[in-house]
């Protein structure tokens, strides 16, 4: 069997042939769309350029029609001037023939300038008929008739007189709303378009006058007359009278294929055009830049007016520049009145003068701080009061420093505040000690007791010996005589328990006295052991009643630190109080509490590393949900306490440049931790 391929052509035979039509397609394709652009792109340009023109005309035109219509207005100003002198000054005949004729004398345009009575008649005239009589045409009259009706200056419409056409401007003399006449000045129609219409519009248009009929009232062709292809007509807003202004182009409909120098005058023209485009861009982008940085200026002015923050420019001399009127406010003084001044400046307080000399010869040597200082002023009054100051450098937009700015906050509400907190700490601080003393009360009582009844035991049985002892017999003159057997090293041994037992009672009275009395925090040079001891008898009294191990290890050789040691001593006993009570559960073998001193491993500077004391424990730990509250103000696990003592230890840790941190003991409980600078 056979297969026809002549009528069944294999697929992809059908679809190479299908393919090589499409090649052979592409470049006829090609050359159309070339043809297409040629000859679109050269008619796209000639009706442009028609349509350009077009509207290039109607612009001219409008402007030509604004131009008649403000000039015009000009010379409507200048009768309404002369209409008010003749009614306020009662103008005589001669002195109005005087200003008349100036007026025309200065205005080609006027044909003459006439005084016209309340029927019409001449009074005076700069040319025209005799006084007395009446010249108005008819459609003069009816202009004049309506001027005197509203009491609104009206143009009549167009008359023609010996050849020419004129027009009339009837203004009403009104006094107190009563017709006294009327001012009368008669245009030439000619002159209007030969005197307001620029030359360069003339020449190349034809400018035609109409009136409602499309009479041509008059005609101004230096040229010749129009193509009649570019053409525009615009009512000339007149009251009373009905004209038009018409302009016809000299230029022709333009060339679809110009010529080579028509083709590089289109080109230049486009360029120029571009030019003007990228200008007028530019221009744009400089007025919306402007825009913008007046509302900037406007909105930093209205938001540094609204500062209560003093702002101060310097430039590099030290000369004042600027100052805002939150500044001016604090000191009293006027802007006018520091702008442009050199130091000393009259807010400069006279006893921190130094202070400030030197603050500014650090300013113009460039080596102050950007850290804020704090200083006095004082206002006009001779009021003192504390200011926070920071300086900064002025940079231009270049860069390039040309002044100092400066910015001054009035602390004198911070310093009340930060003294009645720094009381109100003191008193929380001395309250915490009071409770303190308070929940070891009982125990202290038991202590002293003990060195007390000792004392008193010792001392009685001191007094026994001498007493029975003390004498054995009489001598030959029958004098007693001295027991020479008394037990010395017994009695030495009493008298010397007492006095211990003394120093101990004395030891825990003065501990209690410095721990409780209200004092000013003030730093001292002080050893790590003798701030350790200083609590020691008061810690023991609490461990004594709890059955808890006291372990205390100073590293030997540790400096001397800068601290309060009545603060110090507050924050060890807070913490160790809380130790203990935190083991209360525990069994009495873990029942441990250390204190340890060393300096800080982790410091750079060894010579300069603090003095860190941990305070450790064996208890239960802190749970996660008191650990986020731990520090915070009356915040406290026990039922009876505060909720201060903690946040009372950090912020006396904090006055000492240290922090107050926490960390789990790995062999159970809680180790507290703090450092303290040491004296180099």
Same mark, same amino acid.
């Given at each position: 069997m056979q297969t026809d391929l002549s009528s069944n052509p294999p697929t992809h035979l059908t679809a190479l042939s299908r393919w090589h039509w499409l090649l052979a397609l592409l470049p006829a394709l090609m050359v159309l769309t070339v043809v297409t652009s040629l000859v679109w792109l050269p008619w796209n340009a000639q009706k442009r350029e028609s349509s350009e023109r077009q509207e290039q005309l109607i612009a001219d035109t409008l402007w030509v029609e604004q131009t008649v219509r403000l000039q015009l207005a000009r010379d409507e100003e200048a009768l309404r001037r002369l209409a008010t002198a003749m009614l306020s000054h009662g103008m005589s005949a001669s002195a109005f023939r005087v200003q008349a004729s100036a007026l025309q004398a200065s205005n080609k345009k006027l044909v003459r300038l006439v005084w016209l009575d309340m029927e019409h008649n001449i009074l005076e005239a700069t040319a025209g008929p005799a006084r007395g009589t009446s010249m108005l045409s008819p459609l003069s009259a009816e202009a004049a008739d309506g001027a005197r009706r509203t009491g609104k200056a009206r143009y009549s419409a167009p008359t023609l007189q010996a050849g020419t056409y004129s027009m009339d401007y009837h203004l009403p003399l009104m006094e107190e709303r009563l017709y006294r006449g009327s001012l009368l000045a008669t245009y030439s129609t000619a002159a209007i378009l030969e005197q307001i219409v620029p030359w360069w519009f003339a020449q190349d248009n034809e400018i035609l006058l109409v009136d409602l009929s499309d009479n041509i009232i008059e005609r101004r062709a230096v040229n010749g007359p129009g193509l009649g292809v570019y053409t525009h007509a615009h009512a000339l807003d007149l009251p009373g009278a009905n004209l038009t202004l018409r302009t016809n182009s000299l230029k022709a409909a333009p060339q679809l294929l110009p010529d080579l120098l028509v083709a590089a005058v289109v080109t230049l023209t486009l360029a120029l055009l571009a030019s003007l485009v990228a200008l007028w861009r530019d221009i744009n982008r400089r007025l919306v830049a402007e825009k913008a940085l007046r509302q900037q200026v406007s909105f930093r002015t209205a938001m540094e007016n609204s500062l209560v923050t003093g702002l101060r420019a310097r430039d590099l001399e030290g000369r004042v520049t600027y100052v805002n009127p939150a500044f001016c406010a604090m000191v009293g003084t006027r802007a006018d009145e520091l702008v442009g001044r050199h130091p000393p400046m009259p807010y400069w307080a006279p006893e921190a003068m130094a202070e400030y000399q030197k603050r500014f010869s650090q300013?113009?040597? #460039?080596?102050?701080?950007?850290?804020?200082?704090?200083?006095?002023?004082?206002?006009?009054?001779?009021?003192?009061?504390?200011?926070?100051?920071?300086?900064?450098?002025?940079?231009? *937009?270049?860069? @390039?420093?040309? =002044?100092?700015? #400066?910015?001054?906050?009035?602390?004198? *509400?911070? @310093?009340?505040?930060? *003294?009645?907190?720094?009381?109100?700490?003191?008193?929380?601080?001395?309250? !915490?000690?009071?409770?303190?003393?308070?929940?070891?009360?009982?125990?202290?009582?038991?202590?002293?007791?003990?060195?007390?009844?000792?004392?008193?035991?010792?001392?009685?049985?001191?007094?026994?010996?001498?007493?029975s002892n003390a004498f054995s017999g009489n001598d030959a003159n029958g004098i007693r005589e001295p027991d020479t057997t008394l037990d010395l090293d017994g009695l030495r041994f !009493?008298?010397?328990?007492?006095?211990?037992?003394?120093?101990?009672?004395?030891?825990?009275?003065?501990? %209690?006295? !410095? +721990?409780?009395?209200?004092?000013?925090?003030?730093?001292?040079? %002080?050893?790590?052991?003798?701030?350790?001891? =200083?609590?020691?008898?008061?810690? $023991?009294?609490?461990?004594?009643?709890?059955?808890?191990?006291?372990?205390?290890?100073?590293?030997?050789?540790?400096?001397?630190?800068?601290? *309060?040691?009545?603060?110090?001593?507050?924050?060890?006993?807070?913490?160790?109080?809380?130790?203990?009570?935190?083991?209360?559960? %525990?069994?009495?073998?873990?029942?441990?509490?250390?204190?340890?001193?060393?300096?800080?491993?982790?410091?750079?500077?060894?010579?300069? !590393?603090?003095?860190?004391?941990?305070?450790?424990?064996? /208890? @239960? /730990?802190?749970?996660? $949900?008191?650990?986020?509250?731990?520090?915070?103000? +009356?915040?406290?696990?026990?039922?009876? #306490?505060?909720?201060?003592?903690?946040?009372?230890?950090?912020?006396? %840790?904090?006055?000492? /440049?240290g922090r107050l941190l926490h960390y789990v003991n790995p062999k159970g409980g809680t180790i507290f931790t703090f450092s303290l600078p040491v004296i180099l």
């Open positions: 300013v113009l040597a #460039g080596t102050i701080t950007p850290q804020g200082f704090e200083t006095i002023f004082q206002r006009a009054d001779g009021e003192r009061f504390p200011v926070l100051i920071f300086e900064s450098p002025l940079l231009d *937009d270049s860069g @390039k420093q040309t =002044g100092w700015m #400066g910015s001054i906050l009035d602390i004198s *509400d911070r @310093k009340k505040v930060e *003294d009645l907190n720094r009381q109100q700490q003191a008193k929380l601080e001395s309250s !915490a000690r009071l409770a303190s003393m308070g929940e070891i009360a009982s125990t202290l009582a038991h202590e002293l007791n003990q060195p007390l009844a000792a004392i008193s035991s010792y001392t009685t049985g001191a007094l026994n010996m001498l007493a !009493a008298l010397e328990k007492a006095g211990t037992q003394a120093q101990r009672a004395g030891q825990i009275i003065r501990s %209690v006295h !410095a +721990f409780v009395k209200q004092r000013e925090p003030a730093r001292e040079p %002080v050893s790590v052991q003798a701030l350790i001891d =200083g609590i020691v008898p008061l810690v $023991e009294l609490q461990t004594q009643k709890f059955y808890v191990v006291l372990d205390i290890r100073v590293v030997p050789g540790l400096p001397l630190v800068l601290a *309060d040691r009545v603060l110090i001593e507050q924050v060890l006993l807070n913490l160790t109080r809380n130790a203990i009570e935190a083991m209360e559960h %525990v069994s009495p073998q873990e029942r441990i509490l250390q204190i340890v001193a060393s300096r800080d491993d982790l410091a750079t500077n060894h010579s300069a !590393a603090p003095v860190c004391i941990a305070v450790i424990d064996r /208890g @239960k /730990g802190i749970a996660p $949900e008191v650990e986020a509250r731990l520090f915070s103000p +009356f915040f406290s696990t026990k039922a009876e #306490g505060m909720g201060m003592g903690l946040n009372i230890c950090r912020t006396a %840790v904090e006055f000492h /440049g």
